[in-house]
């Protein structure tokens, strides 16, 4: 269920994704940088990480650095409505970043990581066999153009002016940063009043060198952002939507809508079989479907652009077993 917020409760949680400081103080700057009270920050971005409309601040991290999770797949499986729980929970049991219900024939999409390209497959047919799934198109990322999740709470729908990801992500390994550290500034990041303090005491650095390891890192987009990161539909943006393109030169068209659409959250160039026709994909989210489909209806003006098809989210199959599966 949705949430109201008042004026500044809304200036607060834009400031968290957007304008989030790499200081010693960081929530006491976000204060002279909103207007808002200390006191108030302090108060309500605890009460927004308890109830869930927060889901965490910290360090969005880049999968690309972590050897045992370099690659990654999307998966599309043909799920009938009477399995469609079983199958859930057994997709659910290898921890997919991602899986929904969408209004589609191949109707449950999940995502999944592997060490190489080999064990993604062999992944891949591992729960396709648990599951008893004889039909899905398996999709591994080609080449990543955007990945930055961003709400923008006036507009009702995503909104990042991210840049074009880097072709390469170095390991944690090779600029020798310990990848526990990293999981600690995405995980455990506190709402006090020094809180890169603390983590930097239990990995014998200074305060100031793991801000200044922060932003070196989000440089090379180890790091793809420190921010807060909003759960969307407590926030109201209810309407989560997959478009997928099918070009003949889908890197030519991802190029063209990393420029000219800043509400997409998710841009990827997916390897296909031949058979299967769309090979990039790109997310979008909002408040209502209105400005998702103006969108899709401008990228089918594009030339070279063949089709667009739009999957909406009629579930979040991870958060919510409990969704009306009849809906399929």
């Known amino acids: 269920m949705s949430l109201k917020f008042t004026e500044e409760e809304k200036i607060l949680l834009m400031a968290l994704q957007y304008n989030f400081p790499l200081s010693e103080e960081p929530y006491f700057d976000l204060a002279d940088l909103t207007g808002l009270k200390i006191d108030f920050i302090f108060e309500k971005t605890r009460e927004f990480l308890e109830k869930g409309v927060i889901k965490r601040i910290g360090a969005q991290l880049n999968y690309k650095a972590f050897k045992e999770i370099g690659f990654a797949a999307l998966i ?3 799920v009938g409505e009477e399995d469609l729980e079983r199958v859930v929970r057994i997709i659910n049991s ?3 970043k991602h899986n929904f219900l969408r209004d589609n024939a191949y109707n449950v999409w999940f995502t999944i990581k592997a060490e190489s390209p080999d064990d993604l497959k062999k992944l891949a047919g591992e729960i396709a066999e648990k599951c008893g799934i004889a039909d ?4 591994p990322s080609k080449r990543v153009y955007k990945m930055d999740v961003k709400y923008d709470l006036f507009k009702g729908v995503s909104y990042s002016e991210a840049g074009l ?3 390469r992500v170095p390991k944690a390994e090779e600029v020798g940063i310990a990848p526990k550290l990293l999981i600690e500034l995405e995980r455990n990041f506190k709402v006090e009043k020094r809180p890169f303090k603390a983590v930097a005491e239990k990995y014998n650095l200074e305060e100031g060198e793991l801000i200044s390891l922060v932003e070196e890192l989000t440089e090379l987009r180890v790091i793809r952002g420190f921010y807060g990161v909003l759960n969307e539909r407590k926030i109201g943006f209810k309407e989560n939507a997959m478009n997928m393109v099918e070009a003949k030169k889908p890197s030519k068209i991802a190029l063209k809508l990393l420029k000219l659409f800043p509400e997409i959250t998710h841009l990827i160039e997916r390897e296909t079989d031949g058979s299967w026709r769309f ?4 997310m979008v989210h909002a408040t209502r479907r209105e400005p998702i489909e103006e ?7 594009i030339p070279g652009v063949r089709a667009v098809k739009t999957l909406y989210s009629l579930a979040d199959l991870k958060a919510d077993l409990k969704a009306d599966f009849k809906r399929v």
């Not at 899905?136 to 999709?139: D, R, T, W």
């Not at 090979?279 to 790109?282: A, G, H, I, K, N």
């Open 76 to 78: 599309g499986a043909r």
């Open 94 to 96: 290898y921890n997919p």
């Open 136 to 139: 899905y198109v398996f999709l």
């Open 165 to 167: 990801e880097s072709l």
């Open 279 to 282: 090979p990039l994909y790109f």
């Open 295 to 301: 969108i899709r209806e401008e990228v089918r003006l």
